[in-house]
């Protein structure tokens, strides 16, 4: 389980962009830059919806052929969700393959687990009900919008997904705008917000000088140098 921020923190986190996180957290050196976010197979439906910060609750489905027997009741699923800290975000790979068929999400699987406590979902899947669930203000991150739930099932709960080529495992934090999503490893989280101010400061210095009606080559070089430390 990843750690639990604070109210405070989480809030703090909600203010600063996904892109942003992203740079923050390569001032650690805790991972390599080419892991730890989604790829561009999975998409933010709601862009307008701001930032979605939570916590994972993982569980896999499959929608394509009607299940014999229920591999996990839905009752076990929901049991499952409320062990994970608040806020909650639902992480569901589909397994459905090489695309998925039916969708799992739509405005009463929204409406359900936001009372459970989660403020969106992140899957390689499909979503409907747009209007409705957007309405509500849940967060949709998903490969695909579909008109049907199919034999949508679920088949495993509480283990790690793998959804737009990144591991999720249940507890970690993701952080979730327009342009993505990516996770922040817990060993970090208390001091990636105060990480992405540093990074947003040195930033801005080269940005406006590029805007200011002094620009010229060499005073570029000079800023740069001087913010980036290197040419």
């Known amino acids: 389980m990843a750690y639990t921020l604070s109210t405070e923190e989480l809030q703090e986190l909600r203010q600063i962009s996904t892109p942003t996180i992203a740079n923050a957290i390569e001032t650690f050196n805790v991972r390599p830059r080419t892991q730890g976010f989604m790829n561009s197979d999975v998409r933010c439906i709601f862009p307008d919806l701001g930032v979605m910060v939570g916590y994972a609750c993982t569980v896999t489905i499959m929608a394509e052929v009607q ?14 969700i409320v062990k994970v800290p608040e806020p909650r975000i639902a992480v569901i790979q589909d397994l459905d393959q090489p695309r ?20 969106g979902t992140v899957t390689n899947g499909g979503v409907r009900d747009l209007e409705e669930v957007h309405r509500i203000g849940f967060h949709f991150f998903a490969s695909e919008v579909l008109v049907s739930h199919a034999y949508v099932h679920l088949v495993d709960v509480g283990i790690p997904v793998k959804i737009g080529g990144m591991v999720v ?25 105060s990480a992405a101010r540093t990074v947003e400061s040195a930033e801005r210095q080269i940005i406006d000088y590029c805007h200011s009606t002094d620009f010229t080559l060499q005073g570029l070089k000079q800023t740069w140098t001087k913010v980036m430390r290197k040419p």
């Open 67 to 80: 299940p014999a027997a229920e591999s996990v009741k839905r009752f076990d699923y929901w049991d499952a």
């Open 100 to 119: 998925p068929v039916g969708s799992f999400w739509g405005e009463v699987n929204a409406s359900v687990h936001k009372a459970l406590g989660c403020v």
């Open 169 to 193: 495992r249940p507890g970690d934090l993701i952080h979730g705008d327009r342009h993505g999503v990516i996770t922040i490893p817990s060993e970090i989280a208390r001091e990636v917000a």
